[in-house]
């Protein structure tokens, strides 16, 4: 491939659909829950068989290992000069009965990109990492980006203090698994932050997670921003009480109020009026959840988004209104605890040029898209000029076991990979 600037062009025919199938396979093996279903919590027993296979193949790339005390991964591939690397990963942790492929492909193809500019002779100006980002699911401590938040100093120590699991393990503790862990989170925050101009670029390879690519058929999208982030957590909490004996009149019950609040959330993001608005609760637990006893406590998780931040703050703020006005009617009390509320991202232009001269370059049809889901780009684009490539995913479902990118896919995302980190790393 003549690459623009090169004298010679850059072979990347080592780089194999179907191998990287093999080891996306071997990587969702590693899982709490039955094939094809994929679990994997951050510091879990199967996040650390992860780790490991991760490092394998980092070292079989001939990239040089590091890891910080949040348990972010780095392969460096080095380059001419020592600093301004290029950046490229993605995560491998997985929400519960979650795809083999979300994430996975961002971690697994940027190490294959890289062995095959190795193996092409490309020798960067700039050094190239390859990253696994220590966690970028918000299931087993609240917060999604955990890693690049840190990284980025998007992250306090007493916002870190406060995210516990559900039994109550806070993060010190449980990264101490990984062994780069720390003393304190101020601690393990002070060794993951990146320094200032330690990264030059920023590029994340990933399933788009959407139905276009594949409605249009075309192999490849250049994400132009990224829709803004907003979660929070609400607990409602009445008296509770014996369902045969409390009379309908004398109740407040805290299930009914959650389901009114569910209902809420639906009817606020549709009267924002625009396609790009969603909002979801995905988590409802009613205590004491059991069949003849009127619920006394419920907690619910609400996830808000839009490409318009001030679009999808007046929707929260319409939630938020809601959650007193059923409170209010219902008598039970309420208490709301804001998780994220993130602004949105536009992708560097310096990047999003060098993806669309790649795939230019492949041959392969594309186009710009926005990302709907968050990504760890979003946080690195405070860092560094930040961007992504996706490939389509089988009616663009993911989160579902059912989550699929093919071979051929898979092939040309990984090539316009290492392209664009070529151009970008310049030799
Ligand atoms: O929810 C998201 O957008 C990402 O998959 N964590
Ligand atoms: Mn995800
Ligand atoms: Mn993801
Ligand atoms: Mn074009």
Redesign the pocket.
């Known amino acids: 491939l003549m690459q623009a600037g090169r004298a010679t062009p850059l072979d990347l025919s080592s780089i194999s659909g179907p191998a990287i199938v093999k080891q996306l396979m071997h990587l969702a093996t590693f899982s709490d829950d039955p094939n094809p279903a994929v679990t994997r919590l951050i510091f879990t027993p199967n996040d650390m068989e992860a780790r490991r296979y991760v490092r394998v193949l980092m070292r079989d790339a001939g990239l040089s290992i590091r890891e910080d005390p949040m348990g972010n991964i780095y392969g460096r591939m080095a380059g001419s000069s020592s600093t301004g690397a290029v950046v490229t990963g993605s995560h491998t942790d997985a ?1 519960p009965l979650a795809g083999a492929y ?1 994430g996975t492909l961002g971690v697994i193809g940027a190490i294959a990109a890289l062995k095959a500019l190795r193996a092409a002779g490309f020798r960067p100006e700039r050094p190239i990492d390859t990253l696994m980002f220590t966690s ?3 299931t087993r401590f609240g917060l ?1 980006c955990i890693g690049s938040r840190g990284m980025v100093g998007a992250l306090s120590a007493k916002t870190l203090d406060a995210k516990v699991d559900i039994n109550g393990t806070t993060f010190k503790d449980a990264s101490a698994r990984v062994g780069s862990g720390g003393s304190s989170h101020e601690a393990i925050l002070a060794g993951t932050r990146v320094p200032d101009g330690a990264v030059s670029a920023f590029v994340e390879l990933h399933i788009e ?1 959407g139905p276009l690519l594949e409605k249009e058929g075309l192999q490849l999208g250049i994400v132009s921003a990224i829709a803004a ?1 907003a979660a929070f957590r609400v607990s409602l909490s009445g008296d509770g009480g014996h369902a045969g004996a409390l009379l309908m009149p004398d109740r407040n019950d805290a299930g009914l109020a959650a389901a009114e609040v569910a209902l809420a959330v639906e009817e606020a993001t549709l009267a924002a009026g625009a396609i790009d608005a969603v909002g979801t609760t995905g988590y409802v637990q009613l205590g004491p959840n059991t069949m003849n006893s009127v619920p006394r406590e419920a907690r619910l998780e609400i ?1 808000i988004r839009d490409i318009d931040a001030a679009r999808r703050d007046a929707t929260v703020e319409k939630v938020l209104k809601s959650i007193e006005r059923i409170a209010e009617k219902r008598k039970v009390r309420h208490r709301v605890e804001v998780i994220n509320q993130d602004p949105p991202v536009t992708c560097s232009q310096k990047v999003t040029a060098a993806a669309t001269e790649a795939a230019e370059e492949l041959g392969a049809s594309h186009k710009s898209l926005v990302s709907r ?3 760890d780009t979003l946080f690195m684009s405070q860092i560094a000029p930040a961007g992504m490539i996706f490939i389509p995913c089988r009616n663009g479902w ?2 579902r076991p059912d989550e699929f990118a093919s071979a051929e896919n898979i092939e040309m995302g990984v090539k316009a990979l290492a392209l664009t980190l070529a151009k970008l790393a310049g030799s």
Do not use: C, K, L, T
Request: net charge negative; charged share 30%.
């Open positions: 929400i979300d970028e699911e918000p999604g997670q982030p996830d889901a968050y990504h993911s989160h």
